[in-house]
């Protein structure tokens, strides 16, 4: 487990080429919280609510990742390592085993954290989404992945709501569990200022000063501006 854990940290402070380097972590140097609380184990349980979740059978799984993984988060300047956690789209919460305990961090207690995505060996970086304005309105509290790609940063707010089925489906024999939804909204952030994009002309804004790749390399590519991986491409493309 140590390994893994200093792993993580490795790939999140060193990572360069397409993934660029991301933010130092600000604040205290990070410790290690045990099973056992570590050093500081009753301060970080205060920072966490015991609750109970209503269990029921969903069609799909409200987590990012359905095993328990590593991972950090920032609170109040502190930066914590989590030993098992998952990340709840849904309940817009870190979901914590600690001392025993199934525990719950909210989204508008911390500042960011990461997540050790052990099935791509890396580990991924998401801020807290109301630290960000569009338009001069600040976006509600939620979850924010952040992706460095040179001198852009791709956030993709990351939202899950469960969807029941009407009566009618119900009649004709649906499936009678919630669906769970996620959905995905990309944002383009470069020197301060944060872009949705949502069509081909709001990547041609927020990328005007790259026009001439921009239309080359989507007259030769096939690109969905909802998709971050389509968008990952293009971003490296253009700062070759």
Not at 3 to 12: D, E, K, P, Y
């Amino acid at each position: 487990m140590k390994s893994l854990l200093l792993f993580a940290f490795a790939l999140l402070f060193s990572l360069s080429g397409v993934m660029a380097q991301q933010p130092p972590v600000t604040g205290n140097v990070p410790v290690a919280v045990s099973s056992g609380g570590g050093q500081y184990g009753s301060l970080f349980a205060n920072l966490m609510n015991k609750r109970t979740k209503a269990e029921y059978a969903t069609l799909g799984t409200p987590y990012l990742f359905d095993y328990w993984t590593t991972g950090t988060v920032d609170i109040d300047g502190q930066t914590y390592v989590l030993e098992q956690v998952k990340l709840d789209l849904i309940e817009k919460a870190l979901e914590v085993i600690f001392d025993g305990e199934q525990k719950y961090i909210d989204a508008y207690r911390f500042t960011r954290f990461t997540l050790y995505d052990q099935e791509n060996n890396k580990a991924v970086y998401f801020t807290n989404s109301n630290l960000y304005k569009v338009g001069g309105k600040r976006l509600d509290s939620g979850i924010m992945k952040v992706t460095q790609v040179g001198e852009y940063n791709i956030l993709t707010h990351m939202k899950a709501r469960l969807v029941h089925p009407s009566q009618a489906q119900l009649i004709n024999g649906v499936d009678p569990r919630p669906k769970v939804v996620k959905e995905n909204f990309l944002y383009l952030e470069h020197d301060g200022v944060v872009l949705p994009i949502r069509r081909k002309k709001d990547l041609e804004k927020a990328l005007r000063r790259h026009q001439g790749k921009l239309k080359r390399y989507m007259k030769e590519n096939k690109v969905n501006v909802k998709n971050e991986a389509d968008l990952m491409g293009l971003l490296i493309y253009i700062q070759q």
